[in-house]
């Protein structure tokens, strides 16, 4: 069994019942979920041993939190406690032509907090196969970003694959730095990205002109030449026909060549938040099991395009139903 470690905020997420906007709310669902972590579980579901890395307050919510990736599979025994506040995001779910809205509490959150000698990087990826990191958490603190650089070159210097879903979001970066200033050189200490085109662009200020494809196999050969230590570079096409039915398609460029996966039509969206994190689940799953790029991308592809099927964040699915869904099979019928 491959263990695999995740560093990242989780938060509380509260958000109306079914598709119920905040002004019809009387009552909000409570859950927990961040992108690493949200990685983790999906791994754990797929049968891996995943840990993930985090501070929580050392309070009631703090080791509720904790529960919460316990009951989910995930080895929660690096997990940190100071501080006082969760970090908490609010979700209205959109329906139709009615858009998803987040507003984020996460400000001096413990996680926010957190400095790298908090940490002890040799203990916690002992016998550790993979380090998966967000462009989330450099964008949190300084502390942060100086823990996610830490356990990155710590990461490399025992041999250990790194990825990186580097999601580029300009909005979260307030404490004085720029993704600029400081994602460059996280970036160079991956084997594996996943970012789009735009993403690569913002943070490199490459010049990737061309259509959608041949802008995404400039910006990822740039990308790589730029970071000699990255292999391969994914992402994924979302044709978005609406917020309840989207089509998904997985795409990498392996340093050789650029493959696409076959797309998947998702035409009953339940719950968007945290597909991402399904694709970079199947992406690390998909590479660690599968020979043929063709087949570690065709899962990944499979495991994001079940997650817009699973409430919450995280995808909570079977590793036997992705393989069915990255096969062929479509018909949702009642196995009995």
Same mark, same amino acid.
């Given at each position: 069994m491959k263990r695999i470690v995740t560093? %990242?905020?989780?938060?509380?997420?509260?958000? #109306? #019942?079914?598709?119920?906007?905040? &002004?019809? !709310?009387?009552?909000?669902?409570?859950?927990?979920g961040g992108g690493e972590a949200n990685v983790a579980i999906s791994l754990a579901y797929m049968g891996m041993d995943a840990v993930h890395v985090t501070r929580f307050p050392d309070n009631l919510i703090g080791k509720s939190a904790t529960q919460f990736l316990r009951h989910h599979w995930v080895d929660t025994s690096? $997990?940190?406690?100071?501080?006082?506040?969760?970090?908490?995001?609010?979700?209205?779910?959109?329906?139709? =032509?009615? &858009?998803?809205?987040?507003?984020?509490?996460?400000?001096? &959150?413990s996680?926010? @907090?957190?400095? #790298?000698?908090?940490?002890?990087?040799?203990? $916690?990826?002992?016998?550790?196969?993979?380090? =998966?990191?967000?462009?989330?958490? #450099? !964008? $949190? &603190?300084? /502390? !942060?970003?100086?823990?996610? *650089?830490e356990a990155i070159q710590f990461a490399r210097s025992k041999g250990i694959i790194v990825s990186a879903d580097i999601n580029s979001r300009k909005n979260l970066w307030n404490y004085g730095k720029k993704q600029q200033d400081v994602m460059p050189e996280l970036i160079a200490g991956c084997d594996v990205v996943i970012a789009g085109s735009r993403d690569i662009r913002e943070?490199?200020?490459?010049?990737?002109? /061309?259509? *959608?494809e041949e802008e995404f196999i400039n910006a990822a050969i740039q990308l790589s030449e730029a970071c000699e230590g990255v292999k391969k570079v994914f992402d994924k096409e979302r044709e978005m026909l609406s917020a309840s039915h989207n089509r998904i398609q997985g795409k990498v460029w392996n340093g050789k060549r650029f493959i696409k996966a076959k797309k998947l039509d998702v035409t009953h969206i339940v719950d968007r938040v945290g597909t991402g994190d399904a694709y970079a689940?199947?992406?690390?799953? %998909?590479?660690? =099991?599968? @020979?043929?790029?063709?087949?570690a991308l065709s899962f990944a592809t499979a495991a994001c395009a079940l997650k817009h099927t699973v409430e919450g964040d995280a995808n909570i699915i079977a590793l036997e139903?992705?393989?069915e869904l990255m096969h062929g099979n479509t018909s949702g019928k009642i196995k009995r």
């Open positions: 560093f %990242g905020e989780v938060m509380m997420r509260l958000s #109306p #019942p079914a598709y119920a906007k905040f &002004s019809q !709310a009387t009552s909000l669902d409570l859950a927990y690096s $997990i940190l406690y100071g501080g006082d506040l969760m970090g908490k995001y609010f979700l209205e779910k959109g329906a139709v =032509h009615r &858009s998803s809205k987040v507003v984020y509490e996460r400000e001096k &959150s996680f926010a @907090q957190v400095e #790298p000698a908090m940490f002890n990087w040799n203990t $916690i990826f002992q016998d550790a196969d993979w380090f =998966h990191w967000t462009g989330i958490t #450099p !964008a $949190i &603190s300084v /502390g !942060a970003a100086e823990c996610c *650089k943070i490199f200020g490459f010049d990737v002109e /061309g259509n *959608k689940a199947g992406v690390i799953y %998909g590479l660690l =099991h599968y @020979q043929k790029d063709e087949e139903d992705v393989q």
